[in-house]
């Protein structure tokens, strides 16, 4: 479980997978702050990580990334830890279509593809 401090590669992410869900790398994303932690078995413990580092909570979202898929099924949008009412997210995706913007920018960033 870390913090991204330096961009890694698709086959960095696919190398961490085998560690864990064999096709699925879970991350956290913080959109304030442009953080990226990834590898974990549950989303939550990235945002616990996070939020130990300095991050507000309604800034992480949870996602998934799939390093053998290409395109736009390569991100998915889907954690429990997404589920906020009182932000007006009431599923487990990223229902503003701001902020999931917000999230492919940063993870464009730190993932090179």
């Given at each position: 479980?870390?913090?991204?401090?330096?961009?890694?590669?698709?086959?960095?992410?696919?190398?961490?997978?085998?560690?864990?869900?064999?096709?699925?790398?879970?991350?956290?994303?913080?959109?304030?702050?442009?953080?990226?932690?990834?590898?974990?078995?549950?989303?939550?413990?990235?945002?616990?990580?996070?939020?130990?580092?300095?991050?507000?909570?309604?800034?992480?979202?949870?996602?998934?990334f799939y390093p053998e898929v290409?395109?736009?099924?390569?991100?998915?949008?889907?954690?429990?830890?997404?589920?906020?009412?009182?932000?007006?997210?009431?599923?487990?995706?990223?229902?503003?279509?701001?902020?999931?913007?917000?999230?492919?920018?940063?993870?464009?960033?730190?993932?090179?593809?």
């Amino acid at each position: 479980m870390k913090i991204l401090d330096t961009a890694i590669t698709v086959n960095e992410l696919k190398q961490l997978a085998q560690n864990t869900f064999g096709n699925l790398i879970k991350a956290v994303v913080d959109i304030d702050r442009g953080l990226v932690a990834v590898d974990a078995e549950l989303h939550s413990d990235l945002e616990a990580l996070l939020l130990e580092q300095g991050s507000e909570q309604n800034s992480l979202w949870g996602i998934n990334f799939y390093p053998e898929v290409e395109g736009d099924d390569f991100l998915e949008f889907d954690s429990m830890i997404n589920m906020r009412p009182s932000q007006g997210n009431k599923s487990r995706g990223v229902d503003s279509a701001e902020i999931r913007g917000k999230i492919i920018e940063i993870v464009n960033k730190w993932i090179k593809r």
